[in-house]
């Protein structure tokens, strides 16, 4: 009979299940699943060593898929918890981690702990991990504790020979370019001897190869709004209007994700171009990295040089109503490149086209087009130009969205049929 018990109890806690919500740990991670009627929800897991946070995507409310514990070594107890996009919590389940044993050096060295600070540091940003190189005479073993907007967790360092430390440290839940804390205290955590804010890297990925689809003939620039660091800027307003524009290029940034805009609407940009060159259309970026600045009126030359025949301008939005959402479109109207490509009319129309298939692609419900002088770079445009604000970064929901691969590949689906309906309108296609 008691051995019996042991059996069930191991089987328990091999999977353990609650609330629908059903946990199979294994060394280095687990794997859950579930069922919502919703198609984006949260995922938070935490363990005695870590926690980390992301966002699971179901089309068909079956939910699955896998977790690493990339800190976890050790049998810990598992917390999982499933909530809404608003928060509101609908599974949680209770696990055991099952054990990762780790290798460590094979050196006798003396634990003298004599060292405060460290020396020769150098801590480098790579996509979703940090690498770190420091020295710490008199310890043989330090804490690297760290926190993200979305991931957090203590790790055991072991030093190597007279005293480095030198590895990587996997954030795997991290956003890309997004603010890490690094802290390195001593194995007992009673002193900090190093600290430092700095944002991990991001991947540039190359270019798709170019298909022979329905956008074949047409060149779109695609202009990811902003870059990482911005300037007091003045530019003359437009061909044909009065006056000049001093301010900021200033960028959203998510209550959530704690993400710049800039950032974002670059991974969408990348997805964009990839999704336009496989339906044949030539494509040209203003910018493929965050280091680089760019005026309104540079992006609008980018344009104008590569010939393009529509000029998309990324962004996302910000306000200080957090209830505020929906899709923006925004297109110049009394410039002097803005009436010889199109009336009034004739701009909300192509807006409209634009916005609509946005909108089926997404489900979103709100949203609206505005004609504007306001925007320099679409006075600037000798083409069919567009700002689309793809969303609020100061909604708790968009900001989420804004960073989800499965919604943002819905978004750049409805961009992708806007550029195409605007086409035919135009007699292009």
């Not at 299940?17 to 009627?37: I, N, R, T």
């Not at 005695?48 to 050790?74: P, Y």
């Not at 205290?185 to 798709?208: C, F, H, I, Q, W």
């Not at 950032?263 to 970026?285: P, Q, Y």
């Amino acid at each position: 009979m008691k051995k019996l018990m042991v059996l069930l109890l191991a089987a328990w806690v091999s999977c353990a299940q609650a609330d629908g919500l059903v946990l199979e740990p294994y060394a280095g991670g687990f794997h859950y699943s579930f069922q919502a009627d919703e198609e984006f929800l949260v995922l938070t897991c935490k363990t005695d060593s870590e926690t980390a946070r992301c966002t699971v995507f179901s089309a068909n409310g079956e939910f699955a898929g896998d977790i690493a514990l990339m800190h976890t070594f050790a049998e810990s107890p598992l917390k999982v918890t499933i909530e809404t996009l608003e928060g509101y919590a609908r599974h949680s389940a209770r696990a055991e981690t099952v054990a990762d044993p780790q290798s460590f050096p094979d050196l006798a060295l003396p634990d003298e702990s004599k060292s405060r600070k460290l020396s020769g540091v150098e801590i480098t940003p790579l996509i979703s991990a940090l690498q770190y190189r420091f020295r710490a005479p008199g310890h043989a073993a330090l804490l690297l504790k760290y926190r993200s907007s979305t991931e957090s967790g203590t790790v055991i360092a072991y030093a190597g020979e007279d005293y480095w430390y030198d590895g990587i440290l996997p954030l795997p839940y991290t956003y890309n370019n997004n603010n890490v804390v690094l802290t390195v205290a001593d194995s007992k955590n009673a002193n900090d001897l190093y600290e430092v804010m700095l944002r991990t890297g991001y991947p540039v990925p190359p270019a798709r190869k170019k298909g022979t689809g329905r956008l074949s003939g047409i060149t779109v620039c695609i202009d990811p709004g902003h870059q990482e660091t911005g300037r007091i800027l003045t530019e003359p307003k437009g061909p044909g209007l009065s006056g000049t524009y001093t301010g900021s290029i200033g960028m959203a940034r998510g209550v959530v994700t704690r993400r710049m805009e800039s950032i974002v609407v670059l991974e969408i940009g990348f997805m964009l171009r990839d999704a336009l060159l496989e339906e044949g259309a030539t494509v040209v970026m203003t910018r493929e990295t965050q280091d680089i600045y760019l005026t309104n009126i540079d992006r609008a030359d980018i344009a104008a040089e590569a010939n393009a025949d529509f000029f998309l301008r990324l962004h996302c939005d910000y306000r200080d109503n957090q209830a505020a959402q929906g899709i923006g479109i925004f297109c110049p109207i009394s410039s002097d490149y803005a009436k010889a490509i199109a009336d009034r009319e004739g701009w909300e129309a192509m807006g409209n086209l634009m916005l609509s298939a946005m909108q089926k692609a997404t489900g979103q419900t709100r949203g609206n087009v505005t004609l504007s002088n306001q925007y320099i770079g679409n006075n600037w445009a000798a083409m069919p130009s567009f700002l689309i604000e793809m969303g609020y970064m100061s909604n708790p929901i968009e900001d989420v969205l804004l960073s989800s691969a499965p919604y943002r590949r819905r978004l750049v689906e409805g961009m992708a049929e806007g550029i195409y309906d605007i086409a035919v309108s135009r007699g292009l296609l």
